[in-house]
């Protein structure tokens, strides 16, 4: 199998910032996409801010400028860092990646259980 577990989140007065971190482990042969997802009580999941196994990334219009995505292959782990949070920032986090495990040509998607963060002061 394949876990997600991210960390990294918590309480952060606005203007601040958080790094977060998501390793993948388990059978993995390979990750492609890794994503960055957030959602707000009340609200829908949303797509905060994905990157490919190359490096290309893309960012929700509400975080660009502020956030950045990164990866470090080696490590099977994605980051986002995270400045300039906002209240409206605040929610609980998910990673999700598109693993082909060890034996299988099938490419999933696999989610972490998420971490909160709360921007407030």
Excluded: H
Aim: proline share 2%; net charge positive; with cysteine.
């Amino acid at each position: 199998q394949v876990q997600l577990v991210e960390s990294g989140g918590g309480l952060v007065q606005p203007g601040g910032s958080l790094r977060l971190s998501c390793a993948a482990s388990g059978s993995i042969f390979s990750i492609y996409d890794m994503g960055w997802y957030r959602q707000a009580p009340g609200k829908q999941r949303e797509l905060v801010a994905r990157i490919s196994s190359v490096g290309s990334t893309n960012y929700a219009n509400s975080v660009k400028g502020r956030f950045t995505i990164s990866r470090d292959n080696a490590k099977n782990t994605a980051y986002l860092q995270m400045n300039g949070l906002q209240p409206e920032d605040t929610a609980v986090y998910y990673c999700n990646a598109q693993v082909r495990r060890i034996g299988s040509n099938a490419l999933n998607v696999y989610w972490g259980q998420g971490t909160q963060v709360t921007v407030s002061s």
